[in-house]
């Protein structure tokens, strides 16, 4: 039975209550399986609908998991809105729109709608970010604005569709836009301030410049004859993370090169790191412990940010933790 108004803290969510949803993939893990066993294949014929509810979200467009915690149903819609709904009812609680900008000259560039994936729900506040790069948290019981951070350079098509997920305390964002030639990067920041802790460019920048930190002068290596005026990059995190606790990794997987002819943006060949890849940092600090690339020289927009979920599997008569993905 769902106790109101009951903070969701770093514990509940490595511990994934089975009558809870209370992150993307319901647990850190991503597993999106759920363990509860009311329903099985003997009664499911007596499922019906029990009411039925009218979001009216913009442009009609629903990309998010919703999460569920303490009975209320959490969603986020296309152009930033966010709602609560009863779980019971239906009846919405609050909603929240950031009334942003849908036409004018002065917005940035987006490739697929003004959509995002989702919130995330931790110590009394929701958290979700805002196509134009803005992060959000808000009173889980009244949906109130609590503090807001830019975490994007407002004069580049740097844009955020990507579901932000919660972890040791940091809210964990990505970037979107690498069509339109953006260098892609992710970001922690504190929960309960709004204040940055740490950031992860992807791709490496300007080599005129100290590189921000050491893993992209490893990774500067592998782009060739690159002509850093004209060409960012790419490697944006619009999708797929996760977290093991066990470990105490936070896993990333990044996106296509910018532009995707690897021709073009490093023409004397290489790998281009780390694009298309799955990283795994150190929450605490943003430091890189290992790192996997899907498709080296990436130059068919063979992503990587598609779901990643962890499991145990038996694999030659042994455990072995695994990380599984399906990429582009």
């Known amino acids: ?3 109101a108004n009951k903070k969701i803290d770093a514990a509940t969510l490595r511990r994934a209550p ?4 209370l ?5 850190q893990a991503e597993t999106h399986y759920s363990p509860l066993k009311q329903i099985d294949s003997t009664n499911i014929s007596k499922l019906g609908l029990a009411y039925a509810t009218d979001i009216d979200a913009p442009q009609g467009n629903i990309q998010a998991t919703p999460l569920v915690a ?8 296309a152009w930033g809105v966010i709602t609560a709904a009863d779980a019971r009812t239906g009846k919405f609680k609050w909603r929240y729109d950031p009334e942003l900008p849908r036409t004018g000259p002065n917005r940035p560039g987006f490739c697929c709608g003004a959509v995002n994936r989702g919130v995330a729900i931790y110590n009394g506040k929701v958290y979700a970010s805002l196509i134009f790069g803005k992060l959000v948290a808000l009173d889980s019981e009244t949906g109130k604005l609590v503090w807001s951070t830019q975490t994007t350079d407002e004069n ?5 569709t990507s579901a932000v997920r919660i972890v040791k305390g940091k809210v964990i964002v990505g970037t979107a836009g690498a069509e339109f030639g953006v260098r892609g990067y992710f970001s922690a920041y504190d929960a309960e301030t709004g204040k940055q802790a740490w950031r992860f460019y992807t791709v490496p920048g300007d080599p005129s410049k100290p590189y921000e930190n050491p893993e992209l002068k490893e990774a500067a290596k592998t782009w060739i004859g690159t002509d850093w005026s004209i060409v960012r990059g790419g490697g944006t995190v619009w999708d797929g993370m996760a977290y093991d606790a066990d470990a105490d990794l936070l ?3 990044t996106g296509n090169g910018s532009p995707w002819n690897r021709q073009y943006r490093s023409p004397g060949g290489g790998d281009n790191l780390y694009l298309s890849s799955i990283l795994a940092v150190k929450p605490d600090t943003g430091r890189l412990a290992w790192y996997y690339q899907t498709t080296p020289g990436e ?3 063979y992503t990587s940010v598609q779901a990643l979920m962890l499991a145990d599997l038996r694999i030659n008569g042994q455990t072995r933790k695994v990380i599984m993905q399906a990429p582009k």
């Open 156 to 160: 580049t098509d740097l844009t955020i």
């Open 70 to 77: 303490n009975g209320t149903i959490y969603t986020s819609l």
């Open 299 to 301: 130059s068919w927009d």
């Open 1 to 3: 039975r769902p106790q």
């Open 251 to 253: 896993y990333i997987g």
């Open 18 to 21: 089975a009558e809870e949803w």
């Open 23 to 27: 992150t993307v993939g319901r647990d």
